[in-house]
């Protein structure tokens, strides 16, 4: 670790991470639209909600990735990580636990709270390969996408990707191409350190009302994606019961 443990905060960060979770509020409630008959939309099939989803987990996981360089690059303060990866694994376990309530043959087995406690634990090895995290992880995104095989789709290896066939599940973030966009986020939080303290990046604060929100929201987002889908589901299934 160097002498100083100060860990800078970045404004922009938390923006981002607010926006992605704006988007992802208009996701989901579009599909639970859809789950209790008010529109019908292919969530699993159609290339504009396939492509919507892709872009609000790639924005997740890149932030996720710099943020992860960024709170661990001076030294790794173990008892706020070990207390945010427990937070992460009690809250992957409760989405399985519902999940298998709501859609029991469609249970999320390894959904993106699952990958991102999972990539956190691996990406701590990777906070020093620099360039080296820009290139793997494009190449892992690439070989990914275009490498598959059916000894994958065994059910105890579905979670590391590759699969020839989606498993049925409600959420499915595997290791693999998803890991390398984390990867990706590591080189940018190593580059973002390395710019001049005069920059944009290191200087720029939320001031307006719509941007202090979204940065209010991506400071509390894990939080917020546990609680945003029992209230969405609980309001809907109210107005559904009220109107018959």
């Given at each position: 670790p160097m002498k100083s443990n100060k860990r800078k905060h970045y404004d922009f960060l938390d923006v981002s991470r607010g926006?992605?979770?704006?988007?992802?509020?208009?996701?989901?409630?579009?599909?639970?639209?859809?789950?209790?008959?008010?529109?019908?939309?292919?969530?699993?099939?159609?290339?504009?909600?396939?492509?919507?989803?892709?872009?609000?987990?790639?924005?997740?996981?890149?932030?996720?990735?710099?943020?992860?360089?960024?709170?661990n690059y001076r030294g790794i303060r173990k008892s706020r990580y070990n207390r945010r990866l427990a937070q992460l694994v009690l809250y992957a376990a409760l989405v399985s636990l519902g999940s298998w309530l709501m859609f029991p043959k469609a249970m999320i087995f390894f959904g993106i709270l699952h990958f991102i406690a999972l990539a956190s634990v691996v990406g701590l090895l990777f906070l020093r390969f620099g360039i080296v995290n820009l290139i793997l992880g494009i190449a892992l995104i690439i070989f990914s996408l275009n490498f598959s095989h059916p000894f994958f789709n065994q059910p105890w290896l579905q979670w590391f990707g590759l699969v020839s066939r989606l498993p049925v599940t409600v959420d499915y973030v595997p290791f693999l191409p998803w890991f390398g966009?984390?990867?990706?986020?590591?080189?940018?939080?190593?580059?973002?350190?390395?710019?001049?303290?005069?920059?944009?990046?290191?200087?720029?604060?939320?001031?307006?009302?719509?941007?202090?929100?979204?940065?209010?929201?991506?400071?509390?987002?894990?939080?917020?994606?546990?609680?945003?889908?029992?209230?969405?589901?609980?309001?809907l299934y109210l107005v559904h019961q009220l109107s018959g």
């Open positions: 926006f992605a979770i704006l988007l992802m509020f208009i996701f989901h409630f579009c599909y639970d639209l859809d789950y209790f008959g008010y529109i019908d939309q292919d969530f699993t099939h159609d290339p504009f909600w396939t492509s919507f989803r892709n872009l609000i987990v790639s924005l997740f996981l890149l932030i996720m990735g710099t943020s992860l360089y960024l709170a966009v984390v990867l990706i986020g590591i080189y940018l939080g190593d580059r973002l350190t390395r710019l001049p303290e005069k920059h944009i990046l290191h200087r720029w604060q939320s001031r307006d009302g719509f941007t202090r929100l979204l940065r209010l929201g991506g400071l509390h987002s894990l939080n917020i994606y546990m609680l945003h889908q029992p209230v969405f589901i609980g309001l």
